[in-house]
């Protein structure tokens, strides 16, 4: 009899796994299947046996299991199959081929690097941790990326994204779901989403069996008392503390009573070490609510009373999980030791770390404590204001998720640790728009002046044109010509009695007569001259046909920098150097083509620059549209 197909499918997700633990189950699973059977699918091999097969062909570590000979049926089946059916192998080299020139791109395009990691022949997981107390912002986007990256795209392994949700007084279910819609925006898909929370049983057991190891104590000395012993290198009073003592305050604090809620739980590694952070650290501990009212747990309400300390958790849920390599930023590099202590003590599975620097931009804070500030004060409008370092701030101002990923995987996970210019990023993210982005016009309504043009014809009629000069798959939009046309102010201020200029996408005209109202032109009256050659003039400016067309109102904005210097210092007063001015809005008239337009699309407007749609036209302010300027990273 058959095995159904979904069975089989469900097999070889199943078997995809890089953790040698999890593929025993499965590979028992099919050895009883393939009792008494050559193929599961009936007398020949079907299309879900064949991917069976192949991710069994793929994945090394279920490979060198199946090869070992331990699952007698499996081993059979699958040799059988590797003989019977050598079409398997050419489509296996046609894929692993088409792997190779993957990579050679990526290499060619400046993603791909070697910083040797160890072990991955026996498969790959990363993890990214992020804790759910605020916004993704692009600091947070570099360790997403590379973590994706090492998981997906150097090797085919798996990416954890796992919520360390361990202090109940800083964590919401608001920014819990808000990272992950982040990571979605940002095309990165985690196998698995996983919270610290899953394991807080399993935390705390292996606390327990640590205390009864004589590798922790409960310690109910004064915080100020613990902080200066451990910068002094002293021994707390209680690090002598028995174990079966420990274990029952332990107990006395899991069920929250006033004995308990005078201690906490330190790890009894090196009182005097030289490394800070192998001084009796702190692993388990009561929230501190300080002044606020005491919160439930986002996801297990009141069931714990303490939590498991970062340093404490992530070790071990990373070795549980089955993490092979824990990619953390520099500033963790002093914990290694402390990271590798924990998982000796705890007797659980190694996991290799790779430190990496940071990201750093002038003018730019990344402080979760800072950001907040300045969301609540109202110097932003919230968390996916354009001018903020958020994910989604960035995204809204117009920077592309191809090029930001480009710029944080060529960075690569150096352990360098330097200051960016923005202008890096933004020229990065110009060279991804501007060959797929339409053309389109916008004229300043502020002073706006109808120009007359002699020669033109007296109705207006339209014609079909490119959206872009040079890619023709970008489509076509439709530009009105008449004899009256809007033209900017400065550009009209800009030029001489009777000189010959060029409008864009029509030909030369001469400006014949110019009539002002104080500084402002009012009126102007051109002569069409289009057998003038374009090349020898020196102003080429956009227009608009005042008539024949329903043309389209916009604001336009452009922002600035949030600070006013290019690095704080650790003593600098955020709002001494936040900036006053860093949003400025100027309205305009627009190209009729730019009613079909829908928000996040990009367009340049001609001579103005790149701007992304933020609210689509009859969305805005009056039926405006909305416009964000793109930075390009050239002088603005």
């Known amino acids: ?61 279920a490979n060198g299991l199946v090869r070992q000979g331990v699952f007698t ?14 079409e398997i192998q050419e489509e296996i080299k046609a894929a692993q081929n088409a792997e190779r020139e993957k990579k050679a791109a990526m290499s060619k ?77 940002l095309n990165i898909k985690p196998e698995q989403v996983t919270f610290t929370s899953d394991y807080f049983q399993q935390l705390y057991d292996l ?30 009073q209680r690090r002598d503390r028995p174990a079966e003592e420990t274990v029952a305050i332990f107990e006395e604090m899991k069920n929250g009573t006033e004995l308990g809620r005078k201690h906490c739980i330190r790890a009894r590694i090196f009182y005097d070490s030289p490394n800070g952070a192998m001084r009796d650290p702190v692993i388990y501990r009561f929230p501190n609510f ?12 009141w069931t714990w009373n303490i939590y498991p300390t970062y340093d404490f958790a992530c070790p071990a849920v990373d070795s549980i999980e089955g993490v092979t390599h824990a990619l953390r930023t520099t500033e963790y590099a002093d914990r290694n030791d402390q990271y590798a202590w924990f ?28 950001l907040t500030k300045v969301v609540e004060t109202g110097k932003v409008s919230g968390w996916d204001d354009p001018r903020m370092p958020t994910v989604r701030g960035i995204l809204r101002r117009g920077l592309t998720v191809p090029a930001l990923r480009e710029f944080m995987l060529k960075q690569g996970p150096s352990r360098n640790a330097v200051t960016m210019d923005w202008s890096i990023i933004w020229a990065t993210n110009k060279k991804a728009i501007d060959p797929v982005c339409p053309r389109h016009t916008a004229i300043e309504k502020k002073n706006a002046v109808v120009a007359t043009i002699a020669g033109a014809p007296d109705k207006p009629y339209s014609e079909e044109k490119p959206k872009h000069p040079k890619n023709p798959a970008v489509g076509t939009k439709l530009v009105t010509y008449g004899n009256k046309l809007l033209i900017d102010q400065a550009d009209l201020a800009s030029f001489a009695d009777n000189e010959e200029i060029t409008l864009m996408n029509w030909g030369n005209a001469i400006l014949r007569e110019t009539t002002k109202s104080g500084d402002v032109i009012s009126e102007a009256k051109f002569d069409l001259h289009l057998e003038g050659d ?17 043309l389209v109102e916009a604001e336009l904005w452009e922002f600035d920098y949030l600070l006013t210097k290019d690095t704080l210092e650790k003593d600098d007063e955020l709002d001494d150097y936040l900036n006053p001015n860093t949003a400025f809005m100027t309205e305009a008239i627009c190209d009729a083509n730019l009613a079909s337009l829908k928000e996040n699309d990009v367009l340049q ?21 909305v416009l964000f300027k793109i930075p390009t990273g050239g002088k603005e």
Not at 32 to 59: A, I, P
Not at 126 to 151: C, M, Q, V
Not at 220 to 229: A, N, Y
Request: without cysteine; glycine residues 6%; proline residues 4%.
């Open 1 to 61: 009899m058959a095995i159904e197909s979904t069975q089989i499918d469900q097999l070889a997700t199943s078997l995809a796994s890089t953790n040698r633990n999890e593929l025993e189950k499965p590979l028992f699973e099919l050895e009883k299947l393939l009792t008494l059977r050559t193929y599961l699918s009936g007398y020949d091999l079907g299309s879900s046996e064949r991917n069976l097969w192949m991710v069994l062909r793929t994945n090394k570590v």
């Open 73 to 86: 049926n499996v081993t059979r089946w699958f040799l059988y199959i590797e003989s019977a059916h050598p």
């Open 109 to 185: 395009a400046g993603a791909s690097y070697n910083i040797g990691l160890k072990d991955t022949e026996n498969g790959v997981v990363t993890r990214f941790p992020p804790e759910p107390s605020g916004y993704l912002h692009i600091g947070h986007a570099k360790a997403a990326f590379l973590n994706d990256y090492f998981a997906h795209d150097a090797f085919k392994g798996k990416l954890i994204v796992r919520f360390d949700d361990t202090n109940p007084t800083k964590e919401k279910q608001e920014f819990e779901d808000s990272i992950i819609q982040d990571l979605a925006s």
């Open 207 to 236: 606390a327990v069996q640590m205390i009864k190891d004589g590798k922790a104590y409960a310690d109910d000395t004064d915080p100020e008392v613990q902080k200066e012993d451990r910068k002094n290198r002293r021994p707390s």
């Open 290 to 301: 300080k002044d606020k009212e005491p919160a439930p747990h986002h996801r297990t309400g």
């Open 343 to 370: 998982l000796d003590a705890l007797k659980l599975r190694k996991v290799h770390l790779w430190d990496f620097a940071r990201i750093n931009l002038i003018r730019t804070f990344l402080s979760k404590r800072k």
């Open 534 to 550: 374009f090349r020898k003039t020196e102003k080429k400016i956009t227009w608009l046909a005042a008539e024949g067309s329903d």
């Open 605 to 625: 407007l001609e001579r103005k620059g790149y701007f992304r749609v933020d609210k689509a036209a009859g969305k805005g302010p009056g039926g405006k549209a």
